[in-house]
């Protein structure tokens, strides 16, 4: 079983930054990646990344923009945003793998999930 708990989201002006965590327990997840859904949309990928930490994903979206890291020392996965937009706000939602380890743009493969972090960007 693993949980997760995201903190960071918070409110930022346009072209401002945030960084948001995802603190796992338990036994450390495989892949991990950060989801978003904003009011009447569906849920979107935002990055992802593998068990080591080597390979990472993003959409067009925010690829440039957004960063993801992970500290498997510390059970942590960052996201870090810059240059944000209003279309940039959503909820974030952290999620794992339970034995996929490549990291996947793909909800299906994610198990666990967290509670989700507001992020709302003004302009």
């Known amino acids: 079983q693993v949980q997760l708990v995201e903190s960071g989201g918070g409110l930022v002006q346009a072209g401002g930054s945030l960084r948001l965590s995802c603190a796992t327990s338990g036994r450390t997840p495989y892949g991990m990646g950060w989801f978003r859904q904003a009011p009447g949309k569906e849920r979107e990928f935002v990055a992802a990344?593998?068990?080591?930490?080597?390979?990472?994903y993003y959409p067009d979206s925010v690829k440039g923009r957004f960063t993801i890291s992970r500290d498997n020392a510390k059970n942590t996965v960052y996201l870090e945003m810059n240059s944000l937009k209003e279309e940039d706000t959503a909820v974030y939602y952290c999620?794992?793998?339970?034995?996929?380890?490549?990291?996947?743009?793909?909800?299906?493969?994610?198990?666990?999930w967290g509670q989700g972090t507001q992020v709302t960007v003004s302009s």
């Open positions: 990344i593998s068990w080591s930490g080597r390979n990472t």
């Open positions: 999620a794992a793998s339970a034995s996929y380890g490549a990291g996947s743009s793909n909800s299906n493969l994610y198990r666990y």
